[in-house]
């Protein structure tokens, strides 16, 4: 009777499905840096690095906010304003912004990550 069990070894397989794991791995963050660096806003020129774009992007893109601020990667986050603003462009069902005008720097920190981590965006800050 023939043996309904394939003739192969598991290492074998198990290597193969890492090493398939390790390429898309690998080709969703080139996908992601690519994304990242293909950011075209108004007012670009050719020479701007993707961070400058990003800046640019989130400066235009919360243009009009009352209290929102975007002039840099530092101070201007801090107060999470700026991360409820951009959530609220594109979900306002997600976000109040006249509770986070009222909030604490940390509540509207935690309430921006909260509701980007529901989004699907994995959370690499904490409000602390």
Not at 36 to 45: A, N, P, Q, R, Y
Not at 106 to 116: G, T, Y
Request: aromatic share 8%; proline share 2%; net charge negative.
């Amino acid at each position: 009777m023939a043996s309904v069990y394939l003739n192969h070894d598991p290492l074998d397989s198990s290597q193969e499905q890492v090493e398939k794991m390790k390429y898309l791995l690998k080709t969703e963050r080139e996908h992601r840096t690519h994304l990242i660096s293909e950011i075209h806003v108004t007012g670009e020129s050719e020479d701007m690095t993707a961070k400058e774009r990003l800046l640019l992007w989130s400066k235009q893109i919360t243009d009009g906010y009352v209290g929102v601020r975007c002039e840099n990667f530092t101070t201007s986050w801090r107060d999470g304003r700026l991360f409820n603003a951009i959530i609220h462009k594109y979900r306002p069902d997600l976000v109040d912004m006249s509770r986070v005008s009222a909030q604490t720097n940390r509540s509207n920190l935690e309430h921006a990550f909260c509701v980007a981590e529901q989004l699907g965006v994995a959370r690499l800050l904490d409000p602390e």
